[in-house]
C-alpha cells in the first residue's frame, strides 16, 4: 500500500537538502527546502524511513529521524521539522593585518593566536 | 572556547571566527612576541578587521663611503631609508647619514635560521660622492649588523673652450654653467 509522505520543514529561511532512505540505504526522495516552512511530499511503499534534513551551509546541526509506518498506516502521513537550532555560533569572516611597528611595512610570515576569554 | 591560529602572509590573513572576545598572541620570526599590539580582539557577528603591530630588536649601520668596504674614505652627510624590494616604497622616515658615514637603523627584524631580507634606498650624499642608485639589499641574521655601501668619489671633469669659426682659438676668459642631473 502506497503511503503520501509529506515532509514539513521549518528552516528558518536557510536552504535544507532533504533526503529520505529506506532501511537498506536506498535513497527514496531529495529534495530542497526553502523559507520558514517548506512542504515537500513524495509516495512510496517503504515502511520504514530515514528522513534527513541538512542545512546547506552545515551552520546547523542535520536533523535525523527514524520512521516505521505501521501496516495500517493512513494514506497520508504528515512529518514535521521544527525550526533548526544553532548548533554553534556562526562564523564571520575576519580579517587581519600585522606590520611593523617602527617602520610599517608588512611583516613576511607570522602566526596570530586567538584564544576566546 | 574557541581557540583560532591565523596565518599571516606578506602581512595579511583572515578566518572565519565566532563572535567574542580573544586574547591575540604572535610567534614571527625576527620579532619579539611581547611586543604584539593590541592582544586583544573583539569578534563581532559580521565581517571584521583587525590591525596589529610587531617590533624587533636588531641593529643594521649602513656605511656609505668610497670603497664600499671597510676602511674607505667616509661619506660626511645624506639620507637613507627603508624601502620595498622595488625601492619604490618607502617605510618609515629617512635617517640622515652622519660624519663617519654611518647611517643606523634600530628595531629591524632578524633571523639565524632564514635571514630577514630587508631594502634601502640612499636618498642623498655629501658633495664629494655619487649616490648608490641601487636598492641596497641587506639579509638580517644577527642581532647587529653592519654593511658597507659605495658611494665614489666625484671625478674630475675637464673642459676647452673653442671660437667655432676659427678651430683651436681658445676663448678667453667664459663661464661654462651645467644645470642639474639629467
Known amino acids: 500500500m502506497r503511503v503520501r509522505i509529506v515532509l514539513r520543514i521549518g528552516s528558518l529561511g536557510l536552504p535544507a537538502i532533504v533526503t529520505v532512505r529506506n532501511g537498506r540505504g536506498r535513497l527514496l526522495f531529495y529534495g530542497r527546502a526553502r523559507g520558514r516552512l517548506n512542504v515537500l511530499q513524495f509516495c512510496t511503499r517503504e515502511r520504514f524511513l530515514v528522513v534527513a534534513v541538512k542545512p546547506i551551509n552545515s551552520a546547523y546541526p542535520t536533523s535525523l529521524r527514524f520512521i516505521k509506518l505501521s501496516p495500517c498506516a493512513c494514506q497520508t502521513h504528515y512529518l514535521t521539522f521544527p525550526y533548526f537550532e544553532p548548533a554553534c555560533e556562526p ?9 611593523d611597528e617602527r617602520y610599517g611595512f ?12 | 572556547m574557541a581557540n583560532y591560529n591565523v ?5 595579511f590573513g583572515s578566518l572565519e571566527m565566532k563572535k567574542g572576545t580573544y586574547d591575540v598572541s604572535v610567534t614571527a620570526a625576527g620579532y619579539e612576541a611581547t611586543t604584539l599590539t593590541p592582544t586583544t580582539y573583539t569578534a563581532g557577528e559580521s565581517a571584521g578587521s583587525g590591525s596589529f603591530t610587531v ?19 667616509p661619506v660626511t652627510s645624506g639620507s637613507v631609508v627603508m624601502t620595498d624590494s622595488t625601492g619604490n616604497t618607502e617605510y618609515g622616515t629617512a635617517v640622515n647619514i652622519g660624519a663617519t658615514g654611518e647611517a643606523v637603523f634600530s628595531n629591524v627584524p632578524f633571523d639565524a635560521g632564514t635571514p630577514y631580507a630587508l631594502y634601502f634606498k640612499q636618498k642623498t650624499t ?11 639589499q641587506v639579509s638580517m641574521s644577527e642581532e647587529s649588523h653592519t654593511q658597507y655601501v659605495l658611494n665614489s668619489p666625484i671625478a674630475l671633469q675637464s673642459f676647452t673652450l673653442t671660437d667655432a669659426n676659427y678651430t683651436g682659438l681658445p676663448v678667453n676668459g667664459a663661464t ?3 644645470n642639474g642631473e639629467q
Open chain 2, 176 to 178: 661654462i654653467t651645467f
Open chain 1, 91 to 99: 562564523e564571520v569572516e575576519e580579517t587581519f593585518y600585522l606590520s
Open chain 1, 106 to 117: 608588512p611583516v613576511d610570515s607570522a602566526l596570530l593566536s586567538f584564544t576566546e576569554r
Open chain 2, 126 to 136: 655629501d658633495d664629494a660622492h655619487n649616490i648608490f642608485e641601487d636598492v641596497i
Open chain 2, 55 to 73: 617590533s624587533a630588536s636588531g641593529t643594521l649601520t649602513l656605511v656609505f663611503n668610497d670603497t664600499g668596504a671597510e676602511g674607505g674614505n
Open chain 2, 7 to 11: 596565518t599571516i602572509t606578506n602581512g
